[in-house]
């Protein structure tokens, strides 16, 4: 696949095009990812991609997975964007409410799964990267505004911006939404966008109905042994002060630079480490590391036992 793709770069051009854009993320996919066989993760996302791509969004013109979701791109044109938002918003409805649901029957998931997803739904113009006839991604202020909007579905549900117009909904599928001004980062942090949202399923969290001040990032670091590491399955460090969400958590690995086994000295390599996990427990926050996916990666980069690993969590404080 990435030969197919780095040989279509050579011929790729951009345009712009009208579509809806609809980014889906599963909840609750991280602690779920921790606990089960990394074979059992990469079926169940396979079936789900499967199945929301087959059951509610074969009108969509691209896909692409986002990790833990899916982002898809309808197109839409003056004579058909009533047709096209309707279906698109009743389709969005139905699979958030059979995703529970979405791998019943499915001999190939034997384990306990997540059973909610939030949708962000906006329509717009993007940039397209095509080849040919084949597209190869999109990009835009319109994708940061649907993913934007998938993190306000929470715990799950549907958001919609404004500018898909909620009138060319018929009147059953407006009745399941709700208006709100809100503000988001890097988007509306002054000024606020009206969106709509499921108002049976989501909760508009109270930062997002006030301006976003700048972010107060605060950092949290700790220094291992690679061989301790090794101990352990899991490991969590306490953080002094809460962070606003999980979502405002970054973690950097660094360690010395490695070639060929041997050490580059005065150099440092460095990479995100995702595998982590936050939690409130009686009111302390921690991050919770998987300590084998790390201590994989550092073996990988050739870091030997006796190696100092620093870790730092930076997070946006509350």
């Not at 780095?6 to 996919?29: C, P, Y």
């Not at 040919?132 to 998938?150: E, P, Q, W």
């Not at 599928?173 to 503000?183: A, I, L, P, S």
Request: glycine content about 4%.
């Amino acid at each position: 696949m990435h030969k197919i793709f780095r040989k279509a770069l050579d011929t790729a051009s951009g345009e712009q095009r009208s579509i809806i854009a609809v980014s889906i993320d599963i909840r609750n996919f991280s602690p779920f990812s921790l606990k089960q066989d990394s074979f059992d993760i990469a079926m169940f996302l396979k079936r789900v991609y499967v199945n929301i791509i087959d059951s509610y969004f074969n009108f969509a013109s691209f896909y692409k997975s986002t990790g833990d979701g899916l982002l898809l791109t309808i197109p839409f044109s003056a004579n058909n964007i009533e047709e096209v938002a309707q279906k698109t918003i009743v389709n969005c409805i139905a699979c958030h409410r059979e995703f529970r649901n979405i791998c019943s029957g499915d001999p190939m998931i034997h384990f306990s799964i997540p059973d909610k997803i939030g949708i962000g739904v906006a329509k717009g113009s993007a940039c397209c990267l095509t080849s040919g006839k084949k597209i190869i991604d999109y990009s835009g202020r319109l994708l940061n505004l649907t993913s934007r909007l998938t993190d306000l579905a929470k715990p799950s549900g549907i958001v919609i911006d404004q500018s898909l117009g909620i009138d060319l909904l018929d009147k059953n599928t407006r009745n399941n939404f709700k208006e709100q001004d809100v503000y988001l980062d890097g988007i509306a942090q002054d000024t606020p966008i009206t969106v709509y949202f499921t108002k049976k399923f989501t909760e508009i969290p109270e930062r997002n109905r006030r301006p976003i001040e700048e972010k107060r990032w605060r950092h949290k670091k700790d220094v291992r042994l690679l061989r301790d590491i090794i101990k352990f399955s899991l490991f969590r460090l306490h953080l002094e002060s809460k962070p606003t969400s999980a979502k405002d958590i970054e973690v950097t690995i660094t360690h010395p630079k490695m070639i060929r086994g041997k050490r580059e000295k005065g150099y440092e390599a460095y990479f995100k480490f995702t595998d982590f996990e936050y939690k409130l427990e009686a009111g302390e926050p921690f991050v919770v590391f998987d300590f084998q996916k790390l201590r994989e990666r550092l073996e990988k980069n050739q870091v030997r036992k006796n190696m100092n690993v620093h870790i730092d969590i930076a997070y946006v404080e509350k």
